[in-house]
């Protein structure tokens, strides 16, 4: 390819994809819910509102605003759409945006079958992943005596970043839009890999921040990431042989992200798939210099040049990185002059991150839960004597600081 295409990244948030982006030398538009201030920095100010109608489709504004940019495009440069958070459940809106160019990413009966928990539950046992006990919620069945378990969620079929997943007990029998499913105790680990005809590579494993230990407007939103998390050989293997199974089932080329549960005795099990750019891939990043991973793992998506054998640098590194999605816990009201404040720290590098991050653009009213901005740090001192359980709570100790200093730079007075 001679000269790259312009991205068109799309999806409810995509600061993260628009950041690798620059990072890789890549030129960007973002399409996306927030507009957050860093976002349209990234995107040089080409930022589009994504409006949604029925929680599907791309409302023609969005659709009219997208047309006009392709169509402003230079003619020598070509442009191709990547997806980032919430457009896993929005095939229709995935098909919207094909009738206007290139869609890097799967297609619907991909898409379908790779968030079709059945579908991952047969992938999952025969690479040898645990997958929990599952029922479709349309079941008239007793969820607890049908499986035989002592505890469950209710999950909702398009909850993005663990939006609306309940306990069972607390969950609605009467929702069809949805499944119970066996609570496993134990660390969510997202594990990114790319896959290709040719092979699979594993890009690294990030650790989820759980309501023990960061707060958040409900149980299972998601909260932040830490990472590398280093894997077992045995856990290598057995994700390695899940994508395998995958690519050759679905022919799919690209990005896939799973959500596992690993319990106490170190097994995996495979709770869903993402195939699209994640909130974790940026704690990754983390790794690079001069954006030589973002524009290798963005050409993999480009060319499907992927590498067959895992890059056993990401969970060996002595150093760690994290992220943290600061809620409100009250209704907040950022003036002009907090705001520019918060702008002001998107220059202050910390470890090869800025600490702050999803940067309000404009004076706003906050909700009660609703995200203020993201903190992030990094640490590598002592870490070849530390523990990993060490090295997280190290990590959280800054996180805190971080939010501490973000309170108080927009007037909060609790921590």
């Keep these: 390819m001679n000269q790259p295409p312009i991205v068109i990244a799309v999806g409810y948030s995509v600061r993260s994809l628009v950041e690798a982006c620059s990072q890789a030398g890549l030129d960007c538009i973002a ?4 507009g957050d201030w860093d976002t349209r920095e990234f995107a040089k100010g080409r930022w589009i509102q994504l409006e949604l109608i029925d929680e599907r ?20 440069n070509s442009f191709v759409f990547l997806q980032g958070g919430g457009m896993e459940n929005l095939g229709e809106a995935v098909e919207q945006l094909r009738s206007i160019g290139t869609v890097l990413g799967p297609s619907e009966s991909q898409r379908s079958r790779l968030r079709d928990w059945k579908f991952l539950q047969s992938a999952a046992r025969a690479a040898g992943i645990q997958f929990p006990k599952t029922q479709a919620a349309d079941d008239s069945n007793d969820f607890y005596s049908n499986l035989g378990i002592e505890r469950g969620l209710w999950k909702p079929l398009r909850g993005a970043g663990g939006l609306k997943i309940v306990r069972a007990e607390n969950g609605s029998a009467t929702h069809s839009h949805g499944y119970w499913q066996q609570y496993i105790a134990g660390r969510q680990l997202g594990i990114s890999c790319a896959v290709d005809p040719r092979g699979c590579r594993v890009i690294g494993a990030t650790r989820s921040l759980a309501a023990s230990n960061w707060p958040g407007p409900s149980e299972f939103i998601y909260r932040g990431s830490l990472g590398p998390v280093p894997l077992t050989d045995d856990a290598l293997g057995q994700v390695t042989r899940l994508c395998e199974l995958l690519q050759q089932q679905l022919d799919y080329c690209g990005l896939l992200q799973f959500d596992f549960i690993q319990d106490a005795d170190g097994r995996l099990w495979l709770l869903e798939c993402n195939p699209r750019w994640t909130a974790g891939i940026e704690v990754l990043l983390g790794h690079c210099e001069d954006g030589e991973l973002a524009r290798e793992l963005i050409d993999g998506v480009f060319l499907a040049a992927l590498y067959s054998e895992p890059n056993p640098a990401f969970g060996n590194s002595y150093r ?3 992220k943290a999605v600061v809620y409100a816990r009250q209704e907040l009201h950022l003036n002009e002059h907090a705001v520019h404040q918060l702008q ?38 002592l870490l070849r004597m530390g523990s990993e359980a060490d090295i997280e709570a190290r990590l959280l100790l800054k996180l805190r600081a971080c939010a501490d200093r973000l309170h108080a730079i927009i007037g909060c007075k609790y921590g």
Excluded: N
């Design 320 to 322: 760690r990185f994290a």
């Design 31 to 34: 399409v996306d819910h927030f």
């Design 344 to 381: 002001l720290q998107s220059k202050c590098d910390t470890g090869g991150f800025t600490w702050l991050a999803d940067i309000p653009y404009a004076a706003q009213t906050i909700e009660l839960g609703h995200p203020i901005a993201t903190v992030r740090t990094s640490v590598d001192e």
């Design 57 to 76: 489709f791309l409302a023609p504004a969005t659709m009219s605003a997208i047309k006009e940019v392709v169509t402003s495009c230079d003619a020598g």
